[in-house]
């Protein structure tokens, strides 16, 4: 029993740890936004390897995700006759969840899992360490471009993401099981709102984007720089950043769709 | 002559593991300084010291005038700008190519043209051999050649100083012979104070003008390669002709050998 409160005791302390830890380094990359402005460059290099090596991954699962949502959509809705609001039912449940939610996990396993590999071997090979004797703070000059990219990209993958699985449903609906074309884009656009259903979700992918490319780039950065530890931690950046992703989206559909 | 670097009573800690205890090293300018002793006595952990990315426990570090430890942040960052470091593993940016390795800290820290820097990153090159590899990536080159484009990269700013961390472990005798002749004669062409942590006997006794033999957290002995040659302790002898038992055992401390082999299987 004392056994167990004190291993539940040491479990608390470090993760209490990290945590704090984690927050100092958000902390540093902040400070070092501003100063990134200056050499955005850093930035849009980042932005080809985080955002459009992501793009495929998201695009394909886009158009199958919204193919899968017209089919079932279709077979519920069909029973009530009301199989032309699949336009509505789809656009909704991408721009609010599905877009958000989705690439978000598509994007922790494609891009976060790269960038904490990436920065947990820089540390292991003393490749940070190196730049720290340079007198070039690893940060902000490694670790701050990423994190804006991440949190740039993310949005802009979920929209795809949307968009895509959108012309997938309609695909389905229209050209396969005959919803009237004129039905599911006008229904969408008069059900779907712009603050209410769209800045939602966009809001929700920034959010995302946010906390995955924080849980990335922490993971990496503290990473036990061995090849098991660099392992451990790619592993824990997709594990965690799901849990984060989903629960987090629980919290924020409760406050955007609560009342 | 005041020290390059002077450390007093340096105490510092891994979680129970004391690494130093007490030791006052001094660093001259424009020698080349060893600092020597067998694996996991903590000479990398000094060069960190040094080069403040480790706090100490206790004691101080002085380096040019200045208390490493007591710097502000960017303080330390420009005194780091004169301070050149050799990673053992060369810590080469593997993403980008030999020039560019180069030529990062001059990037980083000055507004030079890129004609400048270009003639510049030329100059080390050529000064390490490898001018005609600028094109490749690190991951092509053998491990003798990153530790000299490494070296290259140390001297872009031409700092006053050099760190070199293991610089001859893992070498052919043809880069390392390279390597032992570099590190003195770019001591002496620029005018720079080396500090060399290694266990190669041979070759830096070759090299250095002083050394340090660290053991057991603290200064054993000190002075010049002949002084220690002639040493008359044991321990010294042992470390400077590689005997393989002395004051340092060749077996690691536990059981004796007959009680193990006596004790039978539950005892694994």
Same mark, same amino acid.
């Given at each position: 029993?004392?056994?167990?409160?004190?291993?539940?005791?040491?479990?608390?302390?470090?993760?209490?740890?990290?945590?704090?830890?984690?927050?100092?380094?958000?902390?540093?990359?902040?400070?070092?936004i501003?100063?990134?402005?200056?050499?955005?460059?850093? @930035?849009?290099?980042?932005?080809? =390897?985080?955002?459009?090596?992501?793009?495929?991954?998201?695009?394909?699962?886009?158009?199958?995700?919204?193919?899968?949502?017209?089919?079932? $959509? =279709?077979?519920?809705?069909?029973?009530?006759?009301?199989?032309?609001?699949?336009g509505?039912?789809?656009?909704?449940?991408? @721009?609010?969840?599905?877009?958000?939610?989705?690439?978000?996990?598509?994007?922790?396993?494609?891009? $976060?899992?790269?960038?904490?590999?990436?920065?947990?071997?820089?540390?292991?090979?003393?490749?940070?360490?190196?730049?720290?004797?340079?007198?070039?703070?690893?940060?902000?000059?490694v670790i701050?471009?990423?994190?804006?990219?991440?949190?740039?990209s993310?949005?802009?993958?979920?929209?795809?993401f949307?968009?895509?699985?959108?012309?997938?449903?309609?695909?389905?609906?229209?050209?396969?099981?005959?919803?009237?074309?004129?039905?599911?884009?006008?229904?969408?656009?008069?059900?779907?709102?712009? =603050?209410?259903?769209?800045?939602?979700?966009?809001?929700?992918?920034? @959010?995302?984007?946010? @906390?995955?490319?924080?849980?990335?780039?922490?993971? $990496?950065?503290?990473?036990?720089?061995?090849?098991?530890g660099?392992?451990?931690?790619?592993?824990?950046?997709?594990?965690?950043?799901?849990?984060?992703?989903?629960?987090?989206?629980?919290?924020?559909?409760?406050?955007?769709? $609560?009342? | 002559?005041?020290?390059?670097? +002077?450390?007093?009573?340096?105490?510092?800690?891994?979680?129970?593991?004391?690494?130093?205890?007490?030791?006052?090293?001094?660093?001259?300018?424009?020698?080349?300084?060893?600092?020597?002793g067998?694996?996991?006595?903590?000479?990398t952990?000094?060069?960190?010291?040094?080069?403040?990315?480790?706090?100490?426990?206790?004691?101080?570090?002085?380096?040019?005038?200045?208390?490493?430890h007591?710097?502000?942040? +960017?303080?330390?960052?420009?005194?780091?700008?004169?301070?050149?470091?050799?990673?053992?593993?060369?810590?080469?940016?593997?993403?980008?190519?030999?020039?560019?390795?180069?030529?990062?800290?001059?990037?980083?820290?000055?507004?030079?043209?890129?004609?400048?820097?270009?003639?510049?990153?030329?100059? +080390?090159?050529?000064?390490?051999g490898?001018?005609?590899?600028?094109?490749?990536?690190?991951?092509?080159?053998?491990?003798?050649?990153?530790?000299?484009?490494?070296?290259?990269?140390?001297?872009?700013?031409?700092?006053?100083?050099?760190?070199?961390?293991?610089?001859?472990?893992?070498?052919d005798?043809?880069?390392?012979?390279?390597?032992?002749?570099?590190?003195?004669?770019?001591?002496d062409?620029? #005018?720079?104070?080396?500090?060399?942590?290694?266990?190669?006997?041979?070759?830096?006794?070759?090299?250095?003008?002083?050394?340090?033999?660290?053991s057991?957290?603290?200064?054993?002995?000190?002075?010049?390669?002949?002084?220690l040659q002639?040493? #008359?302790?044991?321990?010294?002898?042992q470390?400077?002709?590689?005997?393989?038992? #002395?004051?340092?055992?060749?077996?690691?401390?536990?059981?004796?050998?007959?009680?193990?082999?006596?004790? #039978?299987?539950e005892?694994?």
């Amino acid at each position: 029993m004392i056994d167990f409160i004190r291993t539940l005791g040491r479990w608390a302390l470090g993760t209490m740890e990290r945590l704090g830890r984690a927050t100092l380094l958000l902390v540093q990359i902040l400070t070092g936004i501003p100063e990134l402005m200056m050499r955005f460059s850093l @930035v849009v290099q980042q932005l080809f =390897y985080v955002g459009v090596l992501s793009v495929l991954i998201i695009l394909v699962s886009g158009l199958f995700v919204g193919m899968v949502l017209g089919l079932q $959509g =279709y077979n519920t809705l069909v029973d009530f006759g009301a199989e032309e609001s699949l336009g509505v039912l789809v656009s909704l449940s991408l @721009v609010r969840e599905l877009g958000p939610v989705v690439s978000a996990l598509l994007f922790a396993g494609r891009a $976060g899992s790269a960038l904490t590999a990436e920065i947990g071997l820089m540390k292991s090979t003393e490749q940070l360490s190196g730049m720290e004797m340079m007198a070039v703070d690893p940060v902000r000059r490694v670790i701050a471009p990423r994190f804006l990219a991440g949190l740039i990209s993310m949005p802009l993958l979920a929209a795809m993401f949307s968009a895509v699985g959108i012309l997938g449903a309609f695909l389905v609906g229209h050209s396969l099981l005959g919803v009237d074309d004129g039905a599911f884009w006008s229904q969408m656009q008069a059900k779907t709102d712009w =603050y209410e259903d769209i800045l939602n979700g966009v809001i929700k992918s920034i @959010v995302f984007g946010f @906390v995955v490319t924080w849980i990335a780039l922490f993971e $990496g950065y503290d990473a036990v720089p061995t090849s098991e530890g660099v392992g451990r931690s790619t592993t824990r950046t997709v594990v965690h950043s799901a849990f984060a992703i989903l629960g987090l989206d629980f919290v924020l559909t409760a406050l955007m769709f $609560g009342e | 002559m005041t020290p390059l670097i +002077k450390i007093r009573d340096l105490h510092f800690n891994r979680g129970d593991k004391v690494i130093f205890d007490g030791v006052d090293i001094d660093i001259y300018r424009g020698k080349v300084t060893a600092i020597m002793g067998p694996s996991g006595t903590g000479k990398t952990t000094l060069l960190k010291l040094i080069g403040g990315q480790l706090r100490p426990q206790r004691g101080s570090i002085v380096v040019d005038g200045e208390d490493v430890h007591k710097l502000s942040r +960017k303080a330390l960052y420009a005194l780091r700008k004169r301070m050149g470091m050799l990673f053992q593993s060369g810590a080469l940016l593997t993403d980008i190519n030999v020039f560019e390795n180069v030529a990062f800290p001059l990037y980083e820290h000055t507004d030079l043209p890129e004609s400048m820097i270009r003639d510049l990153v030329l100059m +080390k090159l050529q000064a390490v051999g490898l001018r005609n590899a600028r094109d490749m990536m690190p991951a092509e080159l053998s491990g003798g050649m990153a530790r000299r484009v490494a070296l290259a990269r140390a001297m872009a700013l031409d700092p006053m100083m050099i760190l070199y961390d293991e610089p001859f472990t893992g070498q052919d005798p043809i880069s390392m012979g390279t390597l032992v002749n570099l590190i003195r004669r770019m001591n002496d062409a620029m #005018g720079l104070t080396s500090i060399v942590v290694s266990h190669d006997v041979a070759e830096t006794t070759q090299i250095a003008d002083d050394i340090y033999l660290l053991s057991g957290g603290k200064v054993v002995d000190q002075g010049t390669p002949e002084q220690l040659q002639k040493s #008359g302790s044991d321990w010294v002898e042992q470390f400077m002709q590689g005997l393989p038992d #002395g004051p340092v055992p060749f077996h690691y401390p536990g059981t004796e050998f007959a009680d193990d082999l006596l004790a #039978g299987e539950e005892n694994r």
